[in-house]
């Protein structure tokens, strides 16, 4: 029988650890330090209060717990509890050909040699049901790279998401919610762009027929939920309402991209879509209707990846779209006015999408976070209390190609060097303000051959920092260094801004309307700011916005395929979000 909240909080603390004997591998003392600080608001609570008391322990208790942990298919120190031995088999760990085996028993071995600890991992994975057995191998590899202190706090995390996984058994509090939607996400994901499904990349850009099929597949969703219309409009954008009680209402905005970067991760900007979706879907299914109409955008574009231009998506809604943007080509030379016709948008038409301010009560925005904060602190949930300012480049540097054999050194006009030079640069300066960040993403050398001087080199540029002042002090010092790098070294550039973007402090009222949900589900509040961009910063120039961040797994890498998020945090994420929704009281 099931275990539940009222009996975890009453119960005789012997006899809640008699019903809980393998939560932590063979180390009962963590549950019981944690259930000291009884009662708890929910399961959440009481799992980051173990967090807590194991974060407090000294090394030598934390290490004692990890060597408690058997190793993956081999022989255990200690005898496997019932969890490990069923965990291990589920994920047929026990069922391994003898070349599966053979090579797990080497990196159980070459592990243990290297960090002195057994190789631990939620086997189970972000979802639940388990990782397939090269899922598990690779990681295994991946994760015999990092260094030592990393991969001591990495082990404690897998720790306290095995012991997730088995409280969600023990009381029988499956994530629901948050299992479809990160089957939504994995559905979404088998769309990509010619060129990255045979290499089992993700990638979708701006209008493609992958671009569009993920469109297609978004509204089909929204239909399925209940909204009551589901339309894709003139930029691309998925757009789907549900009508509040009364039909003079104001609305409140929320959405997120579905296009990605090129082998990018399945839940940046997908995340902040279908959470709102899985709410409409429950008020749905129970009849209910909000005080206010609700909106929710997929937006078309966000990441610039097949144009020289951004939040195309999101800046249509503000009035942002520039139709010069019509006449630019991607790598293939189609034109942005191809592309529409192409995928049967009619510009024309953009310019009527622009939202009047005073119709809405507000934007929200979910997001994975993108970052390692809330991964490394073992929090699911944070407040974003602002968004960072940025502004783009898009460069060039041109010098002459020469014979890299005959032409001294004292006598190049070496393209690539100015570049790599001015990326040292972009280095050093961000670094000076702390909390600036400064990229060069894309160095390319058109035409190099091993044997020739480059004569040209295009790059990028990607600066940020928390306010527009800090931000353009940082543009001008790096644009200035760019000139003096190309004087002294008798070169020419070009350079074109693509995007600025403001910096985007969140709404008092909505930041605290996000805190008291966050509250609401027992787990710790945690502020922060986003050094990334998103479609709120747009928003924001008309109206109050404010985001919630959900934890990334894999030290909450992003851009990246190793991109991950559980269902368990996405539950939370729809919880916090339904909380939103149902005490948002309407002037």
């Known amino acids: 029988m099931a275990l539940t909240l009222a009996f975890l909080n009453t119960a005789p603390q012997d006899e809640v650890l008699q019903q809980l004997p393998g939560l932590y591998e063979h180390s009962p003392w963590i549950a019981a330090k944690a259930l000291e600080a009884r009662p708890f608001q929910s399961l959440a609570q009481f799992k980051h209060a173990m967090v807590q008391v194991l974060a407090a322990a000294d090394t030598q208790a934390q290490l004692d717990l990890i060597r408690a942990h058997p190793e993956l298919a081999g022989k255990a120190a200690t005898p496997l509890t019932t969890e490990s031995s069923h965990e291990q088999n589920q994920a047929g760990l026990t069922r391994c050909t003898p070349e599966e085996l053979a090579q797990l028993q080497q990196l159980n071995a070459d592990y243990l040699a290297r960090f002195g600890f057994p190789f631990i991992l939620a086997v189970r994975g972000p979802r ?249 602190l073992d929090i699911p949930l944070g407040i974003v209390t602002s968004i960072n300012g940025s502004v783009r480049y898009t460069g060039k540097v041109e010098g002459v190609a020469c014979h890299a054999g005959t032409t001294p050194m004292n006598r190049r006009r070496d393209a690539a060097t100015a570049v790599a030079e001015l990326a040292l640069y972009v280095e050093q300066r961000a670094a000076q303000d702390g909390d600036s960040v400064g990229t060069m993403g894309m160095l390319q050398v058109p035409n190099g051959s091993i044997n020739v001087v480059p004569g040209a080199c295009a790059f990028s540029l990607d600066l940020r920092a928390p306010n527009n002042a800090q931000r353009d002090a940082l543009a001008n010092d790096v644009l200035a260094a760019l000139q003096a790098i190309c004087e002294r070294r008798g070169l020419r550039y070009t350079l074109e801004e693509t995007m600025r973007a403001a910096a985007a402090p969140s709404a008092p009222a909505w930041q605290q309307r996000w805190e008291q949900a966050v509250q609401a589900l027992g787990v710790p509040l945690h502020r922060m700011p986003s050094g990334a961009g998103h479609d709120a910063m747009k928003l924001h120039e008309v109206m109050p916005q404010a985001m919630l961040f959900v934890r990334g797994q894999n030290a909450g890498i992003s851009h990246n395929p190793l991109e991950s998020s559980t269902s368990d945090d996405m539950q939370l994420a729809v919880e916090a979000f339904s909380h939103l929704l149902n005490h948002l009281s309407v002037p």
Not at 131 to 151: C, G, H, M, S, W
Not at 198 to 211: E, I, K, N, P, R
Not at 246 to 258: I, N
Request: aromatic share 8%; hydrophobic share 40%; proline share 4%.
């Open 128 to 376: 639940g049901t388990g990782l397939r057995k090269q899922q598990i191998i690779d990681t295994f590899v991946r994760r015999l790279r990092n260094p030592a202190d990393f991969e001591h706090a990495e082990a404690l995390r897998n720790i306290h998401r095995i012991v997730e996984i088995r409280l969600n058994d023990a009381f029988d509090a499956h994530p629901a919610l948050g299992n479809l939607v990160w089957d939504w996400q994995e559905d979404l994901s088998v769309h990509t762009d010619p060129g990255y499904a045979d290499q089992g990349q993700l990638t979708v850009t701006y209008l493609t027929d992958a671009h569009r099929a993920c469109a297609a597949q978004i509204a089909q969703t929204m239909r399925d939920c209940g909204f009551d219309t589901v339309a894709i409009d003139a930029v691309g954008n998925v757009v789907g309402r549900y009508h509040a009680a009364t039909p003079d209402a104001k609305t409140l905005l929320t959405g997120s991209h579905y296009d990605t970067v090129r082998n990018g991760g399945k839940y940046d900007g997908r995340l902040g879509i279908y959470v709102p979706m899985a709410c409409v879907r429950e008020l749905s299914r129970q009849g209910l209707r909000l005080p206010f109409h609700f909106e929710v955008v997929g937006f078309a574009e966000e990441e610039g990846q097949r144009f020289k231009a951004t939040f195309l998506g999101s800046g249509a809604l503000i009035g942002h779209f520039n139709p010069d943007w019509l006449d630019q080509t991607d790598a293939d030379g189609v034109s942005m006015r191809q592309a529409m016709a192409h995928a049967g948008l009619r510009p024309e038409d953009i310019p009527a999408l622009q939202r009047k301010p005073a119709d809405y009560l507000g934007f929200v925005e979910v997001h994975i976070e993108q970052g390692p904060v809330l991964n490394e």
